[in-house]
DNA sequence: ATTAGGCGATTTTTT
DNA sequence: ATCGCCTAAT
């Protein structure tokens, strides 16, 4: 047990108090995945059984860190930890449970798109407008909903305006809806065993026999149901640790509660409190910066934080005329940082408020060839042809679920539409059978056209054969039949089109995706690699190891560090956002939403706004955010605005003198285009596509702009294709590369 | 009755 | 880029 001679004393107190209700407030950087780790490892040094252990994390990331830290030291035992997210912990509970409730254990998982369409769905079926009701907007009041507890009926009862009563109708009917689809969407993960523990109290118990020691991570971002639910398990044996800082709850948005850890003391009036307050990650100035800011929050838990590391440099402001000069000047400082500090590219990370937020940057740094990559954004899964794919393997694992089932129907185009869909959701409903039985019932449906007919029964036939051999292929195997079966393979090959040619690869890609997972997985079922699909974060995919700039919202920073950092777009307006219409609890959250993002900085901490950005179509001219002001007295005075034209030029000669002389042996040269950098160009107007030029685009190859059209982010290019034919793209998303 | 093609919106953050 | 929604073509 000498492992505990690595932490400080109030670490190590907090780690070998294992008995009781524990509240660790850990201050940004000082050592909470380090107390919680060791922790872990110490009750099974101890002689805790690890399945007695239930740890619950933020991200499936942190728990497979923390699962490889604990395995270091106490070894193989580690390995029956219940490790990993509320959602995917109790998503794994409801699987064995999910009779006890109603559901089958084959149940889908909607993601919120998936639950966007399932209340469109009902919505349509209920006669409500989605005109009037944005299905957006009810879908969020919904959410809300279930993450404060509210039953249909409670809510229905509070509902305060006639939209919230539409709301509450349409949040009745979905439930109805999501049951009968033997589905849930990410709130029923939390919700659903909250009803399963209440209803059968022997479940309950034997639960919280199982689980004696309950560890949760980042308690400030619970929510009601989480507090709830952890509660419930924790009661019989009290032995509660939760970790947290008030200072970095980000998520009310999102129904979190900092109440959770606020009033952690007062559900337990006997819990053992520990304070970590020396921060081990960043220099004294960052630190210094960060408290400044937070001291503008009124409501929060008194600590003060400090530090042993250096003082290190003063921030430095980027003061910068538009998002592309922001860009370029944010690359600019990586690659003299880069040199300077003799550091690789993993040590940068590019953090903005908002997703769109990263076109720019990314432009900059794909023109410098500099390699970068996203976190989060659109996603490999979120292509139509993979979700096509995927719908199919969901309706075998689950064929109650509907929502797949009208996505894959008519697909590949089988001639059935609306109305030969209204009939089929008729007659399932007067004879209460699933969409795909009633397929395959085909026959029985009076006005359904030959066409229809024979189109519907293709599709019951095909998955009669395949739930058929669902039991005796390995998930490899049936995956690939399937879409070998489907024949959308040779359509996509046919059309001969760029973009066909780009799906064809992306559904090789998923049919590889998921051999991986089988072979890293071998007991995997389908269920489980499609829980996987919805249940695995943006920042879970993220390889913090590969040697590239990281670009990402300040959310998924949250846990991570990195030596040098920049938050971009300190605007009024963006950062604060929305700043003339938020109240001071929001307001707030961003300010701590900043504080997570400047802890994140090791070495150094860049700042940057721009007095012009393209925002939705527009360019606004907004002002420079009030946070900067905040910390206004660690920020270095000597980046001081200067004429923009001017500072291109000198950073443009810095870069050429150094390109030369570094290529031979820095290690950096080669991160960036052989040609020098032309700031002229980048960053005055974008490189303005001319009719006639000769363009480049992803996936249709080389091509001759025809025309354009529109303006900011509905600007758009006609361009001819050689192979590809005529196409308008629209600029925003179309990464045209001038050739 | 079905489908293709065009238009407009999407985005604040996410399990 | 993708989706829902609308209209025109088949």
Redesign the pocket.
Known sequence: MNFLNDLNPVQREAVKAVNGPVMVIAGAGSGKTRVLTYRIAYLVSIGVPAYQILALTF?NKAASEMKGRIASLVGEKSRSIWMG????MFARILRTEAEKIGYERSFTIY??QDSL?AI?TVMNAAGIS?QQFPP?AIRSRISNAKNNLFTPEQYSASAQSFFEEKAAAVYDVYQKYLKQNNAMD?DDLLLKPIELFRGHKKTLEQYQDRFRFILIDEYQDTNRAQYVLVNLLAAKYRNICVVGDDAQSIYA??GADIRNILDFEKDYSDAKTFRLEQNYRSTKTILGAADLLIKNNVRQIPKTLWTDNQQGEQLTLLDCADEKDEAAQIVSQIYRDCSEYKLDLKDFAVLY????QSRAVEDALRRQNVPYVIV?GTEFY???EI?DVLAYLRVLANPKDAESFLRIV?VP????????LEKLKAFAEQNQLTLLEVAGRAKEIT?L?EK?RSGLLSVSNLFAKFIGLKPTLSVTELSRSLVDQIGVLPLYKAEGTAEAQSRFENIQELLSAISEAVESDPEITLEGFLENVA?V???DKWDGERNTVTLM?L??AKGLEFPIVFVSGLEEGLFP??ADSIGDTELEEERRLLYVGMTRAMKKLYVSFARSRFR??DRTYPEPSRFLAEIGEKISSKEAPVDAGLRFADLGEQVKGRTGRARKDDGVSKYFSDDSPDYENQTDVAPELAVGAKIEHE?FGEGTVLGLSGKG??AKAVVLFPEVGRK???L???KLKVV
């Open positions: 991200t997210t509320f959602h995917a993601d919120s369409n469109r989605s957006q990410f948005f999102r408020r908002t997703n769109a989060g979120d292509r139509k979700k008519n185009n089988r001639g059935i539409g609306d109305a030969s006005g056209g229809q249940l974060s943006d920042v919202t959310h998924s956002i929305y939705n179509g996936m982010d509905s308008m793209l629209l925003k998303y179309a």
